[in-house]
DNA sequence: ATTATCTATAGATCTATAGATAATGC
DNA sequence: ATTATCTATAGATCTATAGATAATGC
């Protein structure tokens, strides 16, 4: 079984089936050798960002991702697919964190609040590329995103259930619970707004923490400090959870 | 001389120089007749919103505005400048008030910056499209755009600078001065990311108050019912003051 | 003469499909 | 035989410019 035989360079590139690529010209400085379709969404995420979704073609994807550009329809059916997956990607996470954290009843709802908030823009601010910025791209108005669409919903609909279940200060705060849902969303999305200045966001974790210590105080808490704490406990169980896990649950398939 | 002949009906389009426009099929319910210009602008904002920049064609934006695609381009030199035009119609009046409230030291900070953040979300919230969706358009990253970045920064400094003048409660809040303005920015432009599910927003009006209610908790006010009361009479005060001007100064072009 | 439109078009794209081809795997 | 690529291309755009034309204004 020569695939079996220890390669004697770690660099060198597997022997893989199918056409070999033609010679490219300088490789772009991209992923060594990844897989044929994390190259394509690498390619499609930094060009969707930095030059816009329509304003990309195909041909620069593929360029980027080192083949030609009909190449790229072996992987994808379309172009809409590319962006598809990217989104679904970028919601995936948190969405799976809400879920999880809307039925850790132990905990209170602030933590929870704090936890699901914190991890949430840690995403949007970590990530290469502000793919958050993707999420207002009117063409994702259309069916073929309904997925991500109902996907985000859901995610709204966390910060909601969770924002309802807080215990206010006082006459803290006015307004309908939807409205102040929609205040806490926005703060947590803003994130994607800041980035449009200077690129990544300096420190992440730090930055993260500060957006979920705004998101208590628009729910009016009351022991910030402590819901701190237990928020960042939580969010120390969920990742040592998914150490565990096989490679995280894909998400749950159901509406 | 005909054209001073009183008109026989109101409606009646003014007869205008040069080559009338071919008939253009049913009129798209746009403006009865406005300029040329503005027309022109309109459908663009619509086109841009609803379809995406890149891909709204020139052709589109004309047939909307009742002529032929060349016509367009007597009005504006290129499709970069009708999107410079319709961004910077989008923070010049923000920017105006935020420039006359720093000036404005009766009043206290908490007060004015509850008012920038008021009238700021009100114009995103209330304009008949989300044209500050377009912010994110990585295309704004260009040269071409840099008098709209400008003015957008010096709208976020005009933040940053109130804020830093608030006196929070307590060890409220932690985290650089930069940091809690981009907080604060970020919560003011999280109305255009709401904007995505529910077209309009409900009542721009409350919506707005309650956006800077959020400011004020964000900067850990202490009073916020003194500050949200003084800051409705800066808004009123405005308001007042410009229907009095020609047609609100045009934006002092000072960098 | 001036203005605001028109028609026509150059030149440059762009997406997706058809069908050929160069590898590996059995 | 299967896989992953390649080349070539159909068919449909799209932006901006050139130059003609139909009004008004003087």
């Not at 992923?31 to 995420?45: K, V």
């Not at 930095?50 to 073609?57: I, K």
């Not at 793919?131 to 997925?147: M, N």
């Amino acid at each position: 079984m020569p695939t079996a035989a220890k390669e004697s360079q770690a660099d060198r590139p597997k022997r893989r089936v199918g056409r070999p690529r033609a010679a490219q010209g300088p490789d772009g400085g991209a992923a060594p050798a990844a897989e044929p379709r994390d190259q394509i969404l690498a390619a499609a995420s930094e060009l969707f960002t930095v030059q816009g979704y329509t304003a990309t073609s195909t041909r620069a994807i593929a360029a980027r991702a080192g083949m030609r550009q009909a190449s790229m329809y072996y992987h994808f059916p379309s172009k809409e697919a590319l962006l598809s997956s990217l989104l679904e990607t970028t919601v995936a996470p948190s969405l799976e964190f809400a879920e999880w954290a809307l039925a850790e009843r132990d905990a209170s709802a602030e933590a929870r609040l704090w936890a699901l908030a914190r991890i949430d823009a840690a995403q949007l601010a970590g990530a290469e590329h502000n793919l958050g910025a993707l999420y207002l791209l009117p063409e994702v108005q259309q069916e073929a995103f309904a997925p991500f669409r109902q996907m985000r919903g859901r995610l709204r609909d966390s910060y909601r259930e969770l924002l309802g279940r807080t215990d206010p200060a006082r006459d803290y705060p006015p307004g309908g619970l939807a409205e102040r849902a929609h205040l806490v969303f926005g703060l947590v999305e803003g994130v994607i707004l800041a980035r449009l200045e200077h690129a990544p966001v300096a420190d992440p974790a730090t930055y993260s923490a500060g957006v979920a210590d705004g998101v208590l105080r628009l729910a009016g808490s009351r022991d910030l400090p402590f819901a701190r704490r237990q928020g960042l406990r939580l969010c120390a169980d969920w990742i040592g959870r998914s150490e565990h896990l096989p490679s995280s649950t894909t998400p749950k398939d159901r509406a």
